[in-house]
């Protein structure tokens, strides 16, 4: 407990750094906000356009998806403010050498890379992510399924940290290849997949999503548990997922590290 009590406080010291120096550029908090705001605009209108031509595709309707491109935002909203500056920076502190910094501090390595910088900013993309959610779940032909809100509690979490994990395992590859650009692009590519419902794929790509690399976790799965109410069974499944990808994640990145070679040395 007393570790966890450390990292805890760690993360909170972390945050009001962050905090601080977000508020030095106001401005930019401004201009995070609407740049995201135009990125939900054009994910939101592709399928708006679509279902001006037909009522459902693979079994989503246009209430439906808009629920689904909810929870896929609020993921993406949670992970901008967590995770995406550390990682996006990844390999930019190993060709520099800031990571020996980090190995030598009493503290988990992987804990403070992924954790070091909040951007705050985002937070406002969240409140209107929130407010969206809540929209497009009222506007639901059944109702707004209140018994199945308090899954999100769960899911939602689990998406992020399966996010994280694949995410973190295309960082950390630069200890072996130093420059690891090509494979964060592919990274983008792959997570792209995860922005459409995993229904729209033939079989094969989805047996794929939901498994070798799965990005259908990200929001097909947490939409269809609260949407579609398909069993309290796929809410294990993805806390099981979730456990999988993040101690997956901790065991590469101890075995890249055997590739790292110190600045100093």
Not at 2 to 15: F, I, K, N, P, Q
Not at 119 to 134: D, E, K, P, S
Not at 184 to 213: E, H, K
């Amino acid at each position: 407990m007393g570790l966890v009590r450390r990292h805890l406080h760690l993360a909170h010291s972390l945050l009001r750094a962050s905090f601080m120096a977000d508020l030095e550029y106001r401005a930019n908090l401004a201009v995070k906000i609407v740049t995201d705001i135009i990125w939900y605009a054009a994910m939101l209108s592709v399928f708006e356009v679509l279902f001006r031509h037909t009522s459902t595709i693979s079994g989503w309707t246009i209430d439906t998806t808009r629920v689904f491109m909810g929870i896929l935002f609020l993921v993406d909203a949670l992970w901008m403010i967590l995770f995406s500056e550390n990682l996006d920076r990844f390999s930019e502190k190993i060709r520099r050498g800031d990571l020996d910094m980090y190995l030598t501090k009493p503290v988990n390595a992987q804990f403070m890379l992924s954790l070091q910088k909040w951007m705050v900013a985002y937070v406002g993309n969240l409140l209107i992510v929130l407010g969206w959610l809540a929209w497009s779940l009222s506007r639901l032909p059944d109702g707004v399924p209140w018994e199945r809100l308090p899954l999100l509690l769960v899911v939602v979490p689990c998406a992020l940290l399966i996010t994280y994990s694949i995410r973190f395992v295309f960082a950390t590859s630069a200890l072996i290849f130093t420059r690891a650009d090509a494979l964060n692009y592919i990274w983008y590519q792959i997570y792209r997949l995860g922005t459409r419902p995993d229904a729209i794929y033939p079989p094969a790509v989805r047996i794929v999503l939901l498994t070798i690399l799965p990005v259908g976790f990200v929001a097909s799965v947490p939409a269809r548990v609260v949407v579609q109410g398909e069993g309290i069974w796929l809410v294990g499944v993805m806390i099981a997922f979730a456990s999988a990808a993040v101690w997956l994640s901790t065991r590469f990145w101890k075995y890249a590290l055997r590739f790292y070679t110190s600045a100093s040395s």
